[in-house]
């Protein structure tokens, strides 16, 4: 059989809403993907197979996200989806992190946002495995900025891997700051790449707070593996006020729960300097 490899010449219209939806969301099920479509879930698969035979996909169970090599350019969008909300909610969280702090920063576009609403603080000490957050944090002298090593993933600007894992094991902080690719309606917090769970747990061991920042778009968001779940976090931060059931869950579990608006959150690109 011949791979045509990378291409979307020729590609069926609901070819290209399936990977807008991936570019958006970085992963989908076939069960989402067959009631969208109003489609069987045999449907789904063939077209999945057939993406994936363009290198346009990678199928996993249960659904399927984008290839590796489409990392980078997925990066760059994710960097820029619901931006402004990024900022608001990254300012909330700097606003919660004291003056001479230790923290671990974990890896996501919205924790560049973070790392930036953090450069008017001082005397911090950041613990981190995301290249661009030690990047921007290092801008700030006054800053001990500990990067962890490991095997680089180019589509996160991160490192992950047994040897990260490792070296976070060295170390406790007051403060982990997490970011998630969903939530589930049962609290579960869901990400995209099963190499990053150990990472992520072993982030969360040495971190005695757990902040989880998060916009909207990442309610109900599907995601293929768990990462922890809403009893295991300490404060939630998003744009938008949290479904009915989920603002239940984190009433039950004593998890505190801050929502940006544009009236009390200041502009983040003031605090670069």
Sequence with gaps: MTLIGNTRDGISSRHERILSLLESRGFVSIGSLAKSFAVSEQTVRRDLNDLEKRGLVTRYHGG??????????????RKRHHAKEKQHIAALVAGQIPEGATI???IGTTMEAVA??????RRLTVVTNHLTVATILNRKREFQVILAGGVLKHNDQATTGEATREFLEKFRVGYGVFGIGGMTEDGDLMDFDFRDIGVSATAMKISRKRLIALDHSKFGAEAMVRVAH??????????????PRLARLMR??????????????PDI????H
Aim: net charge negative; hydrophobic share 45%; aromatic share 8%.
């Design 64 to 77: 399927a996200g984008l290839p590796p090599v489409a990392g980078d350019v997925d990066y760059n969008k």
């Design 104 to 106: 671990f920063i974990d």
């Design 116 to 121: 930036e609403a953090l450069l008017n603080h």
């Design 230 to 243: 809403l009893r295991d976090v300490d404060m939630v931060f998003t744009d938008v006020a949290p479904p």
């Design 252 to 265: 039950d579990n004593a998890t505190q729960v801050f929502v940006a608006t544009d009236a009390e959150v």
């Design 269 to 272: 690109t003031a605090l670069r």
